[in-house]
């Protein structure tokens, strides 16, 4: 019988070597992206508690004049939603500018949502006494894709928003996620910058917890697992079935 038990033990080494490949572990809390052009992880990714958003060109702006429907574009205090699919909007255009009634061109690319007000604000006493205005963009997106179980575009409708907020937005992590390899993409002036977290474990929770912005992409990769599984494919039960039999033979025999 010493055949039988020299083919058990290569198959179970096989199949230990793959299980230990596909759950392979990242030790570091944060993996930054190796390359040139990428920022250093604690400025790029880091600090970001009390950043605003500023209006990009090829955002869809909603401008609220309280008691002034025919300034207003996409007004949140008429009957009409103010929204990216139902409201109205204006997009900030290619110089960053948005057409506003009345007052013509404004300058908006580059401002918080509270610098856009105030200068609208500037511009609106000149013909009415003590405006209201309300500011929002309402295209401001993160796309999250991979392992998760309904990954797509996400409208932000909050200032401060959270990968973990994210993953649980697209519906949480499916099966074969690799939760340790997390990765978010962020593009600063045409650069993209990557940071690699892993959400397997519970210290340090509020540093990989890490902000997310408008823009930016979040992936999430599969195991290797998951290759094996597609690669095996039909062949998975018969192997099951062989290890279960080898194992009942040895048991009866020693």
Same mark, same amino acid.
Request: include cysteine.
């Given at each position: 019988m010493?055949?039988l038990?020299? @083919?058990?033990g290569r198959?179970?080494?096989?199949?230990?070597?793959?299980w230990?490949? @596909?759950?392979?572990?990242h030790?570091?809390?944060?993996?930054?992206?190796?390359s040139?052009?990428?920022?250093?992880?604690?400025?790029?990714?880091?600090?970001l508690?009390?950043?605003?958003?500023?209006?990009?060109?090829?955002?869809?702006v909603?401008?609220s004049i309280?008691?002034?429907d025919?300034?207003?574009? =996409?007004?949140l205090?008429?009957?009409?939603?103010a929204?990216?699919?139902?409201g109205?909007?204006v997009?900030?255009?290619?110089?960053?500018?948005v057409?506003?009634?009345?007052i @013509?061109?404004?300058?908006?690319?580059?401002?918080?949502?509270l610098?856009?007000r105030? /200068?609208?604000?500037?511009?609106?006493r000149?013909?009415?006494?003590?405006?209201?205005?309300?500011?929002?963009?309402?295209? /401001?997106?993160?796309?999250?894709?991979?392992e998760?179980?309904?990954?797509?575009?996400?409208?932000?409708?909050?200032?401060?928003?959270?990968?973990?907020?994210?993953?649980g937005?697209? @519906?949480?992590?499916d099966?074969?996620?690799?939760?340790?390899?997390?990765k978010?993409?962020?593009?600063?002036?045409?650069?993209?910058?990557?940071?690699?977290?892993?959400?397997?474990?519970?210290?340090?929770?509020?540093?990989?917890?890490?902000?997310?912005?408008?823009?930016?992409?979040?992936?999430?990769?599969? /195991?290797?697992?998951?290759?094996?599984?597609?690669?095996a494919?039909? =062949?998975?039960?018969?192997?099951?079935?062989?290890?279960?039999?080898?194992?009942v033979?040895?048991?009866t025999?020693?």
């Amino acid at each position: 019988m010493s055949w039988l038990v020299h @083919g058990v033990g290569r198959l179970l080494l096989f199949v230990g070597l793959i299980w230990l490949s @596909g759950c392979a572990t990242h030790h570091n809390l944060f993996q930054a992206d190796s390359s040139a052009n990428a920022a250093p992880v604690d400025s790029t990714f880091f600090g970001l508690d009390k950043v605003q958003y500023r209006i990009r060109p090829d955002d869809k702006v909603s401008i609220s004049i309280w008691n002034h429907d025919d300034l207003s574009v =996409g007004s949140l205090y008429s009957i009409y939603s103010a929204n990216e699919v139902y409201g109205k909007w204006v997009m900030v255009d290619a110089n960053g500018d948005v057409a506003v009634p009345k007052i @013509g061109r404004v300058r908006v690319a580059g401002l918080t949502l509270l610098e856009a007000r105030e /200068r609208l604000l500037t511009e609106f006493r000149k013909w009415i006494v003590d405006p209201i205005v309300d500011v929002r963009v309402l295209n /401001r997106e993160v796309t999250v894709l991979g392992e998760l179980r309904s990954p797509g575009k996400f409208l932000l409708e909050k200032e401060a928003n959270t990968l973990v907020e994210m993953v649980g937005r697209a @519906g949480d992590f499916d099966m074969y996620a690799d939760r340790q390899a997390v990765k978010v993409i962020r593009t600063i002036d045409k650069q993209p910058h990557t940071i690699v977290v892993d959400l397997t474990r519970m210290d340090n929770y509020e540093a990989r917890n890490i902000a997310i912005l408008p823009g930016d992409v979040i992936y999430v990769p599969a /195991r290797k697992s998951k290759l094996w599984d597609k690669r095996a494919g039909p =062949g998975v039960l018969p192997i099951a079935s062989a290890i279960t039999t080898l194992a009942v033979l040895f048991k009866t025999f020693f």
